[in-house]
T-cell receptor
């Protein structure tokens, strides 16, 4: 199946810094999703993207659906301690029954 | 509250034993999913169901079984044929085509 490459694998940043992470695919996707997972819990949806070139914000989070439809990025501005967790990208071709997930970016925010 | 409930939170399996993980949703979602999560890896799809009494294998269905007798329930059985069952199991559901999946809080399965 399609492979999603998510980078970086982990990030250690100071509180207040901006963060950027991205996902690339060998295949075209029609939907890109970004989730956050806290330890011992299920992933929570942050942003859903449905159109190439789409740029969507959710508070301090901004995500973009790449023009080629093979990539997406997530930015977090002015990070705070509660941003700590694992961020996953997910892509789908057909109606989100076939979602593929990246391996996650583990974010640590130092106060 | 509306949501997806997985139980138990922690489960232990003995050698040769089948265990069943529960997933219930009161969101009236048609589609439900089971994923397996291993450290440092993305989620991998085990089974999914789009309607009652119908389900499809995902990428790693071997050693697992499911049923969908009711819209709100999609239990997963980890059989003794699954030789490496230790993982975090996540259930998800979604409202309709092109809607994003939403997840329960997971069940952590370990071997005794």
């Amino acid at each position: 199946g399609q492979q999603l490459n998510q980078s970086p694998q982990s990030m250690f940043i100071q509180e207040g810094e901006d963060v950027s992470m991205n996902c690339t695919s060998s295949s075209i996707f029609n939907t890109w999703l970004w989730y956050k997972q806290d330890p011992g819990e299920g992933p929570v949806l942050l942003i859903a993207l449905y159109k190439a070139g789409e740029l969507t914000s959710n508070g301090r989070l901004t995500a973009q659906f790449g023009i080629t439809r093979k990539d997406s990025f997530l930015n977090i501005s002015a990070s705070i301690p509660s941003d700590v967790g694992i961020y996953f990208c997910a892509g789908s071709i057909a109606g989100n029954n076939d979602m593929r997930f990246g391996a996650g970016t583990r974010l640590t925010v130092k106060p | 509250d509306g949501g997806i409930t997985q139980s138990p939170k922690y489960l232990f399996r003995k050698e040769g034993q089948n265990v069943t993980l529960s997933c219930e949703q009161n969101l009236n979602h048609d589609a439900m999913y089971w994923y397996r999560q291993d450290p440092g890896q993305g989620l991998r799809l085990i089974y999914y169901s789009q309607i009652v009494n119908d389900f499809q294998k995902g990428d790693i269905a071997e050693g697992y079984s499911v049923s969908r007798e009711k819209k709100e329930s999609f239990p997963l059985t980890v059989t003794s044929a699954q030789k490496n069952p230790t993982a975090f199991y996540l259930c998800a559901s979604k409202e309709g085509a092109w809607q994003p999946q939403h997840f329960g809080d997971g069940t952590r399965l370990s071997i005794l």
